[in-house]
């Protein structure tokens, strides 16, 4: 009786163990599904808000993705940073503007002239398409502000923008297809900013228009520090190219900076942390400036040393941006940031060559 007592009580703990593990197992289950089922929901969410619009990217999402980052509003955006060729950079310091005299300089004919001593600034404004003629169009400055007839850059400098636009035809071919994909006007017929800002590509208005800046004397230490500094750009810069051709600046920006593997979405408190790059004489950097706050920092300098850099953005006027901004809602522009993070993401940018930028200028495309 005692042996068989002993069987039955086995089998009862056997059962009972069974009985044990299959509850575990159907609650590991059911946690497990509860977490997939919110992991998507929350992503679908996110999608739709903006964080994550990669099936509107086609083909060029299947390539390697270089980081993207966050703005203003956890916008995303992304910095590309790359460099002139020294023999391309000699040949731009052989361009008067940037090789003339103090004397000379002062008295420079167009140039904005914002001299308040011990601060030396002069700002000059330009477009960079092929033709020598003026073109009208808003003034970048924002203290200005007003449409104008833009005076042509010289034949080099547009020869530079003309080549740069070329290497890089696929990305932002490719750019202008994604957004005319996620634009309402597929469907309906209805502009909006995505289908804008493709116009404006496709147009070849991008980097169309150039701010040259000239910095010298006292640094700007203060300013940046009670925030005067700091701004962010007008719809012209979601395309921001700029070029360091002399001196030495820091470019401070207020960025969210995640690990490339790191894909789970920025949270709300999560808050965008300074970052300080360096740009030195020859250095080049693509961003949208529009989306981040940002300051220049500028040294005590001089004429020698000076600073000079030349900032390219898109070309429009007036009415052109304020239509853009009349069409804009949430939902397109988060289509429109994401689409543009994206895209650069996943960009191989060229710099172009100096035989490049010559074949340019020798061609017809550009006018002198």
């Known amino acids: 009786m005692r042996r068989s007592t002993t069987k039955e009580n086995r089998k009862g703990h056997a059962r009972s163990y069974n009985h044990i593990r299959k509850t575990i197992i159907s609650l590991l289950t059911l946690i497990c599904t509860s977490f997939l089922a919110w992991y998507f929901i929350h992503n679908y969410n996110q999608k739709r808000t903006g964080h994550a619009i990669v ?70 404004y330009y477009h960079s398409l092929p033709t020598s003629q003026t073109v009208y169009s808003k003034n970048p400055n924002p203290m200005i502000g007003t449409d104008f007839d833009k005076p042509a850059a010289s034949p080099f400098t547009r020869a530079f923008y003309e080549a740069f636009r070329d290497v890089n035809r696929e990305i932002f071919d490719t750019l202008t297809h994604n957004l005319l994909e996620a634009s309402t006007y597929k469907d309906t017929g209805a502009e909006d900013v995505c289908y804008v800002l493709a116009q404006w590509i496709d147009k070849g208005y991008h980097f169309g228009d150039l701010s040259i800046q000239i910095h010298y004397g006292k640094g700007n230490e203060q300013k940046l520090k009670s925030g005067v500094a700091w701004h962010q750009d007008a719809e012209n810069s979601l ?35 300074e ?32 600073v000079i850099a030349i900032h390219a953005r898109i070309l429009y006027t007036s009415e052109e941006v304020n239509y853009f901004r009349k069409v804009r809602t949430e939902e397109s522009w988060d289509k429109l940031t994401n689409i543009l993070a994206e895209t650069l993401a996943a960009a191989d940018l060229k710099v172009p060559s100096l035989a490049k930028v010559e074949a340019r200028l020798q061609s017809a495309a550009v006018q002198t």
């Open 55 to 124: 099936d509107l990217l086609g083909a060029i999402s299947n390539k390697p993705l270089r980081r993207i980052e966050y703005g203003a509003q956890s916008t995303p955006l992304v910095m590309i940073q790359s460099k002139l060729d020294d023999n391309l950079l000699q040949r731009f310091l052989q361009e008067h503007l940037f090789s003339c005299s103090e004397i000379e300089l002062n008295s420079y004919p167009g140039l904005d002239n914002r001299v308040k001593e011990p601060v030396y600034v002069y700002e000059g």
């Open 239 to 273: 395309l921001h190219l700029a070029v360091t051709l002399r001196g030495e600046r820091v470019l401070h920006s207020k960025r969210i900076q995640r690990d490339a593997n790191n894909l789970r979405p920025v949270e709300k408190n999560e808050r965008p942390k």
């Open 275 to 306: 970052i300080l790059e360096t740009q030195q004489q020859g250095d080049v950097y693509l961003s949208s400036s529009t989306l981040m706050q940002h300051a220049p920092q500028f040294f005590d300098t001089d004429y020698a040393t000076r």
